[in-house]
Protein backbone atom coordinates (compact mmCIF):
# COMPACT_ATOMS: atom_id res chain seq x y z
CA UNK A 1 0.00 0.00 0.00
CA UNK A 2 2.81 2.37 0.75
CA UNK A 3 5.48 3.01 -2.24
CA UNK A 4 9.09 4.18 -1.10
CA UNK A 5 10.77 5.97 -3.66
CA UNK A 6 13.57 7.65 -3.30
CA UNK A 7 14.03 11.15 -3.93
CA UNK A 8 17.32 12.72 -5.73
CA UNK A 9 18.89 15.69 -5.46
CA UNK A 10 18.25 16.71 -9.22
CA UNK A 11 15.95 19.98 -9.62
CA UNK A 12 14.27 19.13 -12.67
CA UNK A 13 11.85 21.67 -14.98
CA UNK A 14 8.33 20.23 -14.75
CA UNK A 15 5.83 22.64 -16.71
CA UNK A 16 2.59 22.55 -15.95
CA UNK A 17 -0.01 22.81 -18.36
CA UNK A 18 -2.65 25.45 -19.03
CA UNK A 19 -3.22 25.81 -22.65
CA UNK A 20 -4.36 29.17 -21.42
CA UNK A 21 -7.97 28.45 -21.49
CA UNK A 22 -8.89 29.02 -17.87
CA UNK A 23 -7.80 31.69 -15.67
CA UNK A 24 -7.59 28.69 -12.68
CA UNK A 25 -4.58 27.43 -14.96
CA UNK A 26 -3.28 30.77 -16.19
CA UNK A 27 -2.39 31.35 -12.90
CA UNK A 28 0.23 29.67 -10.59
CA UNK A 29 2.28 30.25 -7.46
CA UNK A 30 6.21 31.02 -8.11
CA UNK A 31 8.64 28.35 -5.84
CA UNK A 32 9.54 31.38 -3.75
CA UNK A 33 6.50 33.83 -3.74
CA UNK A 34 2.95 33.77 -3.27
CA UNK A 35 1.93 35.97 -5.61
CA UNK A 36 0.51 34.65 -9.28
CA UNK A 37 2.17 35.28 -12.12
CA UNK A 38 -0.16 37.04 -15.59
CA UNK A 39 -1.42 34.59 -17.87
CA UNK A 40 1.26 35.61 -20.49
CA UNK A 41 4.19 34.99 -18.36
CA UNK A 42 5.50 31.07 -18.09
CA UNK A 43 4.78 28.82 -15.38
CA UNK A 44 7.79 28.72 -12.56
CA UNK A 45 10.19 25.75 -12.73
CA UNK A 46 8.46 23.05 -10.13
CA UNK A 47 11.35 20.92 -8.00
CA UNK A 48 11.01 17.24 -7.05
CA UNK A 49 10.09 18.07 -3.81
CA UNK A 50 7.89 20.54 -4.51
CA UNK A 51 5.92 18.46 -6.93
CA UNK A 52 5.76 15.44 -4.04
CA UNK A 53 4.04 18.04 -1.76
CA UNK A 54 1.08 19.25 -4.42
CA UNK A 55 0.76 15.42 -5.24
CA UNK A 56 0.15 15.04 -1.98
CA UNK A 57 -2.45 17.36 -1.51
CA UNK A 58 -3.72 16.37 -4.94
CA UNK A 59 -4.29 12.89 -4.40
CA UNK A 60 -5.55 13.25 -1.01
CA UNK A 61 -8.50 16.04 -2.71
CA UNK A 62 -8.51 14.00 -5.70
CA UNK A 63 -8.98 10.14 -4.28
CA UNK A 64 -12.63 10.44 -4.09
CA UNK A 65 -13.46 12.00 -7.36
CA UNK A 66 -11.37 9.15 -8.96
CA UNK A 67 -13.49 6.50 -7.17
CA UNK A 68 -16.46 7.93 -7.69
CA UNK A 69 -15.39 8.12 -11.61
CA UNK A 70 -14.52 4.20 -11.55
CA UNK A 71 -17.76 3.11 -9.88
CA UNK A 72 -19.81 5.77 -12.36
CA UNK A 73 -18.04 4.12 -15.07
CA UNK A 74 -18.57 0.73 -14.17
CA UNK A 75 -22.26 1.27 -13.80
CA UNK A 76 -23.31 4.16 -16.41
CA UNK A 77 -20.49 3.65 -19.27
CA UNK A 78 -19.32 0.03 -19.52
CA UNK A 79 -21.99 -1.92 -20.95
CA UNK A 80 -19.29 -4.98 -21.43
CA UNK A 81 -18.96 -5.15 -17.27
CA UNK A 82 -21.16 -7.51 -15.33
CA UNK A 83 -22.02 -4.65 -12.91
CA UNK A 84 -23.63 -2.32 -15.58
CA UNK A 85 -26.82 -0.77 -14.63
CA UNK A 86 -27.79 1.16 -17.98
CA UNK A 87 -27.51 4.59 -19.26
CA UNK A 88 -27.55 8.01 -17.65
CA UNK A 89 -30.83 9.81 -16.44
CA UNK A 90 -32.34 6.85 -16.19
CA UNK A 91 -33.47 4.93 -12.72
CA UNK A 92 -31.98 1.57 -12.20
CA UNK A 93 -33.35 -0.78 -9.38
CA UNK A 94 -32.35 -3.95 -8.42
CA UNK A 95 -34.99 -5.77 -6.38
CA UNK A 96 -32.41 -7.72 -4.36
CA UNK A 97 -29.89 -6.75 -1.87
CA UNK A 98 -26.04 -7.14 -1.96
CA UNK A 99 -24.35 -10.09 -1.96
CA UNK A 100 -20.41 -11.18 -2.02
CA UNK A 101 -20.93 -10.93 -5.92
CA UNK A 102 -21.41 -7.04 -6.29
CA UNK A 103 -17.51 -6.07 -5.81
CA UNK A 104 -17.72 -2.55 -7.21
CA UNK A 105 -18.39 -0.44 -3.83
CA UNK A 106 -16.40 -1.48 -1.05
CA UNK A 107 -18.50 -1.39 2.65
CA UNK A 108 -21.47 -2.43 0.19
CA UNK A 109 -24.87 -2.75 2.62
CA UNK A 110 -26.49 -5.80 2.69
CA UNK A 111 -30.21 -3.83 4.12
CA UNK A 112 -31.47 -2.08 1.27
CA UNK A 113 -32.33 -2.99 -2.76
CA UNK A 114 -31.17 -0.11 -4.34
CA UNK A 115 -31.93 2.31 -7.05
CA UNK A 116 -29.44 4.18 -8.65
CA UNK A 117 -29.38 7.29 -11.12
CA UNK A 118 -26.15 8.75 -12.63
CA UNK A 119 -26.93 11.94 -13.56
CA UNK A 120 -25.49 14.16 -16.23
CA UNK A 121 -27.16 17.83 -15.98
CA UNK A 122 -25.05 19.39 -18.37
CA UNK A 123 -27.60 19.96 -20.79
CA UNK A 124 -31.04 20.43 -18.71
CA UNK A 125 -32.24 19.54 -14.98
CA UNK A 126 -34.09 16.27 -14.40
CA UNK A 127 -37.57 16.23 -12.36
CA UNK A 128 -37.48 13.29 -9.84
CA UNK A 129 -40.72 11.88 -8.87
CA UNK A 130 -41.16 9.70 -5.60
CA UNK A 131 -44.30 8.11 -4.91
CA UNK A 132 -46.27 7.81 -1.77
CA UNK A 133 -44.71 5.03 0.05
CA UNK A 134 -46.13 3.46 3.98
CA UNK A 135 -45.64 5.39 6.41
CA UNK A 136 -43.40 2.77 8.36
CA UNK A 137 -41.20 1.94 5.44
CA UNK A 138 -37.60 3.55 5.67
CA UNK A 139 -36.68 4.82 2.04
CA UNK A 140 -34.14 7.97 1.18
CA UNK A 141 -32.58 9.50 -1.77
CA UNK A 142 -28.62 10.30 -1.08
CA UNK A 143 -28.00 12.89 -4.00
CA UNK A 144 -24.10 12.80 -4.27
CA UNK A 145 -22.01 14.84 -6.46
CA UNK A 146 -19.04 13.84 -8.35
CA UNK A 147 -16.74 15.36 -5.26
CA UNK A 148 -18.56 12.46 -3.28
CA UNK A 149 -20.57 14.81 -0.98
CA UNK A 150 -24.11 14.45 0.02
CA UNK A 151 -25.33 17.60 -0.82
CA UNK A 152 -29.22 16.93 -0.46
CA UNK A 153 -31.45 14.24 1.01
CA UNK A 154 -35.33 12.87 -0.13
CA UNK A 155 -36.53 10.76 2.22
CA UNK A 156 -38.00 9.41 5.24
CA UNK A 157 -36.55 11.96 7.52
CA UNK A 158 -36.64 14.99 5.86
CA UNK A 159 -39.09 14.97 3.29
CA UNK A 160 -41.94 12.19 4.41
CA UNK A 161 -42.88 9.35 2.88
CA UNK A 162 -46.08 11.55 0.80
CA UNK A 163 -44.24 11.30 -2.23
CA UNK A 164 -43.02 14.40 -4.13
CA UNK A 165 -40.89 15.79 -7.30
CA UNK A 166 -37.88 17.55 -6.80
CA UNK A 167 -35.23 19.29 -9.62
CA UNK A 168 -32.15 17.88 -10.10
CA UNK A 169 -30.14 21.05 -11.76
CA UNK A 170 -26.25 21.63 -12.43
CA UNK A 171 -24.37 23.63 -11.53
CA UNK A 172 -24.44 26.37 -14.86
CA UNK A 173 -28.33 26.47 -14.80
CA UNK A 174 -29.94 29.67 -13.77
CA UNK A 175 -33.97 28.85 -13.76
CA UNK A 176 -36.59 28.79 -11.61
CA UNK A 177 -38.90 26.17 -9.64
CA UNK A 178 -41.27 25.32 -12.45
CA UNK A 179 -44.86 24.65 -11.16
CA UNK A 180 -45.51 21.27 -9.72
CA UNK A 181 -41.80 20.63 -8.22
CA UNK A 182 -41.64 20.76 -4.42
CA UNK A 183 -38.24 21.12 -4.37
CA UNK A 184 -34.69 22.63 -6.63
CA UNK A 185 -31.84 20.61 -5.67
CA UNK A 186 -28.52 22.31 -7.08
CA UNK A 187 -25.16 20.07 -7.62
CA UNK A 188 -21.97 21.43 -7.90
CA UNK A 189 -20.95 19.03 -10.77
CA UNK A 190 -22.68 18.49 -14.17
CA UNK A 191 -22.01 14.67 -13.32
CA UNK A 192 -23.90 13.52 -9.52
CA UNK A 193 -25.43 10.68 -8.70
CA UNK A 194 -28.97 10.03 -6.95
CA UNK A 195 -28.99 6.98 -4.82
CA UNK A 196 -31.94 5.14 -3.56
CA UNK A 197 -32.71 3.14 -0.48
CA UNK A 198 -36.16 1.29 -0.20
CA UNK A 199 -36.69 -1.05 3.30
CA UNK A 200 -37.06 -4.49 3.04
CA UNK A 201 -38.55 -6.02 6.13
CA UNK A 202 -37.97 -9.47 4.80
CA UNK A 203 -37.84 -12.05 1.95
CA UNK A 204 -41.71 -11.93 1.40
CA UNK A 205 -41.48 -7.99 1.31
CA UNK A 206 -39.57 -7.88 -2.05
CA UNK A 207 -42.63 -8.05 -4.40
CA UNK A 208 -43.82 -4.93 -2.54
CA UNK A 209 -40.51 -3.06 -2.79
CA UNK A 210 -40.72 -3.56 -6.58
CA UNK A 211 -43.97 -1.86 -6.65
CA UNK A 212 -42.16 0.81 -4.99
CA UNK A 213 -39.37 1.09 -6.80
CA UNK A 214 -41.74 1.23 -10.50
CA UNK A 215 -42.37 4.45 -8.61
CA UNK A 216 -39.39 6.15 -8.53
CA UNK A 217 -39.20 8.03 -12.10
CA UNK A 218 -36.71 11.12 -13.73
CA UNK A 219 -37.48 12.82 -16.48
CA UNK A 220 -35.78 16.03 -18.18
CA UNK A 221 -37.46 19.06 -17.26
CA UNK A 222 -38.15 19.57 -21.28
CA UNK A 223 -40.59 16.50 -20.72
CA UNK A 224 -41.89 17.36 -17.59
CA UNK A 225 -42.26 20.94 -18.75
CA UNK A 226 -43.77 19.22 -22.63
CA UNK A 227 -41.69 21.49 -24.29
CA UNK A 228 -38.87 21.35 -26.96
CA UNK A 229 -35.89 20.01 -25.27
CA UNK A 230 -32.24 22.58 -25.54
CA UNK A 231 -29.27 21.31 -27.66
CA UNK A 232 -28.24 18.51 -26.44
CA UNK A 233 -24.37 18.76 -24.47
CA UNK A 234 -21.58 17.12 -26.66
CA UNK A 235 -20.73 13.41 -26.22
CA UNK A 236 -18.38 12.59 -23.36
CA UNK A 237 -15.50 10.68 -24.58
CA UNK A 238 -15.28 8.56 -21.26
CA UNK A 239 -11.41 7.48 -20.25
CA UNK A 240 -11.43 3.98 -18.92
CA UNK A 241 -10.54 3.83 -15.43
CA UNK A 242 -7.90 2.62 -13.03
CA UNK A 243 -8.57 -0.62 -11.18
CA UNK A 244 -8.86 0.38 -7.76
CA UNK A 245 -4.98 -0.98 -7.05
CA UNK A 246 -3.82 0.85 -9.62
CA UNK A 247 -5.26 4.06 -7.87
CA UNK A 248 -3.20 3.48 -4.77
CA UNK A 249 0.13 3.33 -7.29
CA UNK A 250 0.24 4.68 -10.50
CA UNK A 251 0.65 8.33 -11.72
CA UNK A 252 -2.28 7.85 -14.22
CA UNK A 253 -3.93 8.63 -11.56
CA UNK A 254 -3.28 12.20 -12.27
CA UNK A 255 -4.67 11.72 -15.52
CA UNK A 256 -8.49 10.40 -14.60
CA UNK A 257 -8.52 13.41 -11.87
CA UNK A 258 -7.89 15.76 -14.53
CA UNK A 259 -10.48 14.51 -15.85
CA UNK A 260 -13.28 14.05 -13.69
CA UNK A 261 -12.27 17.34 -12.90
CA UNK A 262 -13.86 18.80 -16.31
CA UNK A 263 -17.07 18.24 -14.89
CA UNK A 264 -16.53 20.09 -11.71
CA UNK A 265 -16.24 23.48 -11.79
CA UNK A 266 -13.84 25.37 -9.31
CA UNK A 267 -15.64 26.13 -6.13
CA UNK A 268 -14.82 30.01 -4.79
CA UNK A 269 -12.92 28.59 -1.77
CA UNK A 270 -10.76 26.45 -3.88
CA UNK A 271 -9.77 28.90 -6.41
CA UNK A 272 -5.89 28.75 -4.68
CA UNK A 273 -6.27 25.17 -4.22
CA UNK A 274 -7.02 24.39 -7.96
CA UNK A 275 -4.19 27.45 -8.95
CA UNK A 276 -1.25 25.10 -6.78
CA UNK A 277 -2.40 21.68 -8.45
CA UNK A 278 -2.34 23.59 -12.06
CA UNK A 279 1.54 23.66 -11.10
CA UNK A 280 2.27 19.96 -11.89
CA UNK A 281 -0.46 19.86 -14.96
CA UNK A 282 -3.61 18.81 -12.57
CA UNK A 283 -6.65 20.62 -13.74
CA UNK A 284 -9.83 20.16 -15.95
CA UNK A 285 -7.14 21.51 -18.95
CA UNK A 286 -4.08 20.62 -17.58
CA UNK A 287 -1.53 18.23 -19.25
CA UNK A 288 -0.26 15.75 -16.56
CA UNK A 289 0.77 12.44 -18.70
CA UNK A 290 2.41 9.81 -16.52
CA UNK A 291 4.17 8.53 -19.86
CA UNK A 292 6.25 12.17 -19.75
CA UNK A 293 7.36 12.50 -16.41
CA UNK A 294 11.22 12.44 -15.90
CA UNK A 295 12.77 9.32 -13.43
CA UNK A 296 13.22 12.04 -11.21
CA UNK A 297 9.40 13.66 -10.91
CA UNK A 298 7.94 10.17 -11.57
CA UNK A 299 9.76 9.02 -8.31
CA UNK A 300 8.27 12.95 -6.56
CA UNK A 301 4.73 12.08 -7.79
CA UNK A 302 4.68 8.64 -6.47
CA UNK A 303 6.37 9.58 -3.32
CA UNK A 304 3.30 12.33 -2.68
CA UNK A 305 1.01 9.24 -3.55
CA UNK A 306 2.63 7.46 -0.87
CA UNK A 307 2.90 10.52 1.57
CA UNK A 308 -0.79 10.58 1.20
CA UNK A 309 -1.56 6.63 2.55
CA UNK A 310 0.83 7.57 4.93
CA UNK A 311 -1.21 10.42 6.56
CA UNK A 312 -4.23 8.00 6.13
CA UNK A 313 -2.86 5.27 7.88
CA UNK A 314 -1.53 7.64 10.82
CA UNK A 315 -5.48 8.60 10.69
CA UNK A 316 -6.78 5.03 10.70
CA UNK A 317 -4.41 4.11 14.00
CA UNK A 318 -4.91 7.45 16.22
CA UNK A 319 -7.93 8.45 15.41
CA UNK A 320 -10.59 5.85 13.78
CA UNK A 321 -8.94 2.95 15.29
CA UNK A 322 -9.40 4.18 18.86
CA UNK A 323 -12.99 5.59 18.23
CA UNK A 324 -11.69 9.44 17.82
CA UNK A 325 -13.42 10.21 14.46
CA UNK A 326 -15.57 7.97 12.48
CA UNK A 327 -18.21 8.03 9.70
CA UNK A 328 -19.89 11.22 11.24
CA UNK A 329 -17.56 13.33 10.39
CA UNK A 330 -16.44 11.07 6.88
CA UNK A 331 -19.27 11.76 5.25
CA UNK A 332 -21.29 15.00 4.46
CA UNK A 333 -21.89 18.07 2.77
CA UNK A 334 -19.39 20.42 2.16
CA UNK A 335 -19.88 22.75 4.41
CA UNK A 336 -19.78 19.70 6.66
CA UNK A 337 -16.47 18.94 5.75
CA UNK A 338 -15.62 22.12 5.66
CA UNK A 339 -12.53 21.66 3.41
CA UNK A 340 -11.31 18.32 5.32
CA UNK A 341 -9.82 16.18 2.73
CA UNK A 342 -8.20 14.00 4.74
CA UNK A 343 -11.81 12.48 5.58
CA UNK A 344 -13.16 12.83 3.03
CA UNK A 345 -10.88 10.36 1.66
CA UNK A 346 -11.17 8.27 4.26
CA UNK A 347 -15.15 7.86 3.59
CA UNK A 348 -14.15 7.27 0.14
CA UNK A 349 -11.35 4.63 1.16
CA UNK A 350 -13.19 2.56 3.87
CA UNK A 351 -16.71 3.03 2.60
CA UNK A 352 -17.86 5.43 -0.38
CA UNK A 353 -20.94 6.85 -0.60
CA UNK A 354 -21.72 6.61 2.93
CA UNK A 355 -24.74 8.80 4.54
CA UNK A 356 -24.49 12.25 6.20
CA UNK A 357 -24.67 11.42 10.02
CA UNK A 358 -28.29 12.31 10.32
CA UNK A 359 -29.05 10.04 8.14
CA UNK A 360 -27.36 6.72 9.30
CA UNK A 361 -24.40 6.45 11.55
CA UNK A 362 -21.75 3.71 10.78
CA UNK A 363 -19.76 2.23 14.56
CA UNK A 364 -17.01 0.01 12.72
CA UNK A 365 -14.85 -2.79 14.34
CA UNK A 366 -11.45 -3.61 12.90
CA UNK A 367 -10.34 -4.91 16.77
CA UNK A 368 -12.14 -6.42 19.42
CA UNK A 369 -12.37 -5.24 23.16
CA UNK A 370 -8.33 -5.98 24.24
CA UNK A 371 -7.17 -3.96 20.59
CA UNK A 372 -6.52 -7.12 19.08
CA UNK A 373 -7.42 -7.57 15.42
CA UNK A 374 -10.56 -9.37 14.43
CA UNK A 375 -9.80 -12.75 12.66
CA UNK A 376 -11.88 -15.92 11.85
CA UNK A 377 -9.28 -17.78 13.54
CA UNK A 378 -10.82 -16.76 17.08
CA UNK A 379 -14.78 -16.71 18.01
CA UNK A 380 -16.61 -13.60 19.55
CA UNK A 381 -19.83 -12.18 20.89
CA UNK A 382 -21.44 -9.31 20.05
CA UNK A 383 -23.81 -8.41 23.04
CA UNK A 384 -26.47 -5.67 23.34
CA UNK A 385 -27.65 -5.74 26.97
CA UNK A 386 -31.11 -5.51 27.86
CA UNK A 387 -33.17 -2.28 26.68
CA UNK A 388 -29.40 -1.47 24.65
CA UNK A 389 -30.69 -2.10 21.05
CA UNK A 390 -29.32 0.67 18.81
CA UNK A 391 -31.69 3.99 19.28
CA UNK A 392 -32.74 4.54 15.73
CA UNK A 393 -35.75 5.83 14.25
CA UNK A 394 -35.98 3.67 11.19
CA UNK A 395 -33.81 0.23 11.77
CA UNK A 396 -30.26 -0.80 12.65
CA UNK A 397 -27.89 -3.87 11.10
CA UNK A 398 -24.37 -5.51 12.07
CA UNK A 399 -22.74 -6.46 8.92
CA UNK A 400 -19.44 -8.91 8.41
CA UNK A 401 -16.98 -7.55 5.71
CA UNK A 402 -13.68 -9.73 4.62
CA UNK A 403 -10.57 -7.46 4.61
CA UNK A 404 -8.50 -6.40 2.88
CA UNK A 405 -11.43 -5.75 0.19
CA UNK A 406 -14.43 -5.13 2.56
CA UNK A 407 -16.78 -7.06 0.75
CA UNK A 408 -19.33 -9.33 2.03
CA UNK A 409 -18.73 -13.09 3.25
CA UNK A 410 -19.57 -15.61 1.31
CA UNK A 411 -20.79 -18.57 3.63
CA UNK A 412 -23.27 -21.80 3.88
CA UNK A 413 -26.08 -20.00 5.30
CA UNK A 414 -26.17 -16.60 2.75
CA UNK A 415 -26.32 -14.45 5.77
CA UNK A 416 -23.95 -11.05 5.29
CA UNK A 417 -25.88 -9.62 8.56
CA UNK A 418 -28.23 -9.59 11.62
CA UNK A 419 -30.62 -6.69 11.18
CA UNK A 420 -33.32 -5.35 13.69
CA UNK A 421 -35.99 -6.94 11.16
CA UNK A 422 -34.75 -10.34 12.06
CA UNK A 423 -35.58 -10.00 15.59
CA UNK A 424 -38.58 -12.00 15.60
CA UNK A 425 -36.23 -14.97 14.74
CA UNK A 426 -32.96 -13.90 17.22
CA UNK A 427 -33.13 -15.98 20.71
CA UNK A 428 -32.88 -13.26 23.43
CA UNK A 429 -30.68 -13.74 26.16
CA UNK A 430 -32.44 -14.70 29.70
CA UNK A 431 -32.27 -11.21 31.03
CA UNK A 432 -33.71 -9.95 27.32
CA UNK A 433 -30.65 -8.83 25.82
CA UNK A 434 -28.98 -10.05 22.76
CA UNK A 435 -25.76 -11.93 22.22
CA UNK A 436 -24.67 -12.52 18.93
CA UNK A 437 -22.09 -15.39 17.76
CA UNK A 438 -19.06 -13.67 15.21
CA UNK A 439 -17.22 -16.73 14.28
CA UNK A 440 -16.18 -18.75 10.93
CA UNK A 441 -17.67 -22.24 12.10
CA UNK A 442 -21.01 -22.88 13.38
CA UNK A 443 -21.55 -22.14 17.16
CA UNK A 444 -23.93 -25.00 16.94
CA UNK A 445 -27.32 -25.56 16.82
CA UNK A 446 -28.75 -24.10 19.20
CA UNK A 447 -26.64 -21.02 18.51
CA UNK A 448 -27.10 -21.00 14.97
CA UNK A 449 -29.67 -18.54 14.93
CA UNK A 450 -27.55 -15.55 16.55
CA UNK A 451 -24.71 -16.29 14.30
CA UNK A 452 -23.23 -13.81 12.01
CA UNK A 453 -20.25 -15.97 9.99
CA UNK A 454 -16.97 -14.68 9.53
CA UNK A 455 -14.04 -15.38 6.90
CA UNK A 456 -10.85 -17.57 7.97
CA UNK A 457 -8.92 -14.57 7.96
CA UNK A 458 -9.18 -10.88 8.74
CA UNK A 459 -12.57 -9.38 8.65
CA UNK A 460 -14.47 -6.03 10.00
CA UNK A 461 -18.00 -5.46 11.40
CA UNK A 462 -19.99 -2.30 10.61
CA UNK A 463 -23.25 -1.50 12.80
CA UNK A 464 -25.82 0.97 10.61
CA UNK A 465 -27.94 3.01 12.27
CA UNK A 466 -30.84 4.37 10.15
CA UNK A 467 -32.38 7.49 11.15
CA UNK A 468 -30.55 7.61 14.05
CA UNK A 469 -31.99 8.77 17.54
CA UNK A 470 -30.36 11.49 19.55
CA UNK A 471 -28.89 9.54 22.01
CA UNK A 472 -26.78 8.18 19.35
CA UNK A 473 -26.05 10.98 17.68
CA UNK A 474 -24.79 13.21 20.72
CA UNK A 475 -22.90 9.85 22.09
CA UNK A 476 -25.17 8.93 25.13
CA UNK A 477 -25.80 5.76 23.53
CA UNK A 478 -22.21 3.62 22.96
CA UNK A 479 -21.97 0.71 20.99
CA UNK A 480 -20.89 -2.46 22.09
CA UNK A 481 -17.70 -4.34 20.87
CA UNK A 482 -16.44 -7.44 19.89
CA UNK A 483 -15.13 -9.78 22.78
CA UNK A 484 -13.09 -12.37 22.30
CA UNK A 485 -14.76 -15.50 23.83
Not at 51 to 75: H, S
Not at 263 to 291: N, Q, S, V, W
Not at 311 to 332: M, P
Not at 438 to 450: A, C, F, I
Request: charged share 20%.
Amino acid sequence: MKIHALLTMVAMLFVAGCNGTTNDQAQSSSASSSGSASSSTSPAPVTPDEARAIAKEAYIYGFPMVDNYRVQYTYFVDNQNPQYKGGWNEVHSSAQVFTPADTTIQTPNSDTPYSTVGADLRTEPLVVTVPPIQQDRYYSLQFVDGYTYNFAYVGSRTTGNGGGKYLLAGPDWKGEKPAGVDEVIRSDTDLAMVIYRTQLFGPSDIEEVKKIQAGYQVAPLSVFLNQPPPAPAPPIDFVPPLTPDQQRTSPQFFEILNFALRFAPTLPEEKELRERFARIGIGPDGDFDAEKLTPEMRSAIEGGMADAWADLDALKKNDIDTGKVGSAQFFGSRQDLKGNYLYRMAGAVFGIYGNTAAEALYPSFTNDSTGAPLTGANNYTFHFPKGQLPPVNAFWSLTMYELPQSLLVANPMNRYLINSPMLPSLVPDPDGGYTFYVQNSSPGLDRESNWLPAPKGPFSLVLRLYWPKPDALNGTWKPPQPVKV
